[in-house]
T-cell receptor, first 117, second 116 residues
Framework: DQQVKQNSPSLSVQEGRISILNCDYT??????FLWYKKYPAEGPTFLIS?????DKNEDGRFTVFLNKSAKHLSLHIVPSQPGDSAVYFC????????????????FGKGTKLSVKP | EAGVAQSPRYKIIEKRQSVAFWCNPI?????LYWYQQILGQGPKLLIQ????????DSQLPKDRFSAERLKGVDSTLKIQPAKLEDSAVYLC??????????????FGQGTRLTVV
């Protein structure tokens, strides 16, 4: 029973264009969502997050959109750069009684982004 | 600020052997996590500590896995005996604590375990 789903295992984008990575979740009690970026042989690094009380959060080239009614979030990278090539993980957490421990991050399987020069 | 330190980086053992991983979290971080990441999957929580107490170990295979957090700082994760399906990257992470914006976890580089 996968509570966080990233249905696209991979995405290829041309440098300078927009990258859109998608994530769906099933547990309506999740109230905090994060995106992590992972390079080979390294641990995941935090990229951007959004609280469920917002529908958009922006940080430089990265924007996360949250659609609570659809239980869907997306990460937009504009413009995409070759250094953005990595695996991107969507993660969700809850601070209340959502069926998991407080602070426990539940991850999707990841989407491998390749940005072509 | 020093990051989360893990050792060793790589380990190859035979099945039925035992192995231990070590983690030193970011100073001042009350919450420490051990995640298991199998190839092609996202990280899956094994155990979560708040200071030196266990918050969640519901997904830890307790017949073979054990973990402790000494004095609320360093932590060790042990597997005994190892099985082939334990081959994975073991990630340690830490965060300030619980609560909405405090769940941002910082990850170490991980230990890649290969069981042959």
């Amino acid at each position: 029973d996968q509570q966080v789903k990233q249905n696209s295992p991979s995405l290829s984008v041309q440098e300078g264009r927009i990258s859109i990575l998608n994530c769906d979740y099933t547990n309506s009690m999740f109230d905090y969502f994060l995106w992590y970026k992972k390079y080979p042989a390294e641990g995941p690094t935090f990229l951007i997050s959004i609280s469920s009380i917002k529908d958009k959060n922006e940080d430089g080239r990265f924007t996360v959109f949250l659609n609570k009614s659809a239980k869907h979030l997306s990460l937009h990278i504009v413009p995409s750069q070759p250094g953005d090539s990595a695996v991107y993980f969507c993660a969700a957490s809850g601070v209340g009684n959502y069926g998991g421990s407080q602070g426990n991050l539940i991850f999707g399987k990841g989407t491998k982004l390749s940005v072509k020069p | 600020e020093a990051g989360v330190a893990q050792s060793p980086r790589y380990k190859i053992i035979e099945k039925r052997q035992s192995v231990a991983f070590w983690c030193n979290p970011i100073s001042g971080h009350a919450t420490l996590y051990w995640y298991q990441q199998i190839l092609g999957q996202g990280p899956k929580l094994l155990i979560q500590f708040q200071n030196n107490g266990v918050v969640d170990d519901s997904q830890l295979p307790k017949d073979r896995f054990s973990a402790e957090r000494l004095k609320g700082v360093d932590s060790t994760l042990k597997i005994q005996p190892a099985k082939l399906e334990d081959s994975a990257v073991y990630l340690c992470a830490s965060s300030h604590g619980t609560g909405a914006s405090w769940v941002r976890a910082f990850f170490g580089q991980g230990t890649r375990l290969t069981v042959v």
